[in-house]
Nanobody, 122 residues
Framework: VQLQASGGGTVQTGGSLRLSCAAS????????VGWFRQTPGKERVFVAA????????KYADSVLGRFTISRDAVKNTVYLQMNSLKPEDTAIYYC????????????????WGQGTLVTVSS
């Protein structure tokens, strides 16, 4: 599966963005999909994930209640709706997919898209 992340940009504190992760070459209904983020000099960390049956979602504590992950099966795309953005949300955001159960570790995902930069200004 090939993944294309998009939707990043610059917003002010409190603003919203919606990231998209469009898949090609495979049906995301057979994959769990996660969003991760990374800042310079730091490891890539888990943000949110949705399982292949879309009946389970996980979020990092830092984004719980502000971010929502969803999937559009027709468009074969996973979204990350980000509300109430904070400067500490500034990062490059990556989407990733794996066949099998929802997991929150980067090493468990073997299909990655390129990143999309999110900048939140104070």
């Amino acid at each position: 599966v090939q993944l294309q992340a998009s939707g990043g940009g610059t917003v002010q504190t409190g603003g919203s963005l919606r990231l998209s992760c469009a898949a090609s070459g495979a049906d995301l209904r057979f994959y769990s999909v996660g969003w991760f983020r990374q800042t310079p000099g730091k490891e890539r960390v888990f943000v949110a994930a949705i399982n292949r049956n879309v009946d389970s979602r996980k979020y990092a504590d830092s984004v719980l209640g502000r971010f929502t992950i969803s999937r559009d099966a027709v468009k074969n795309t996973v979204y990350l709706q980000m509300n109430s953005l904070k400067p500490e949300d500034t990062a490059i955001y990556y989407c990733a997919a794996r066949r099998g159960a929802l997991l929150m570790s980067t090493v468990q995902y073997d299909n990655w898209g390129q990143g999309t930069l999110v900048t939140v200004s104070s």
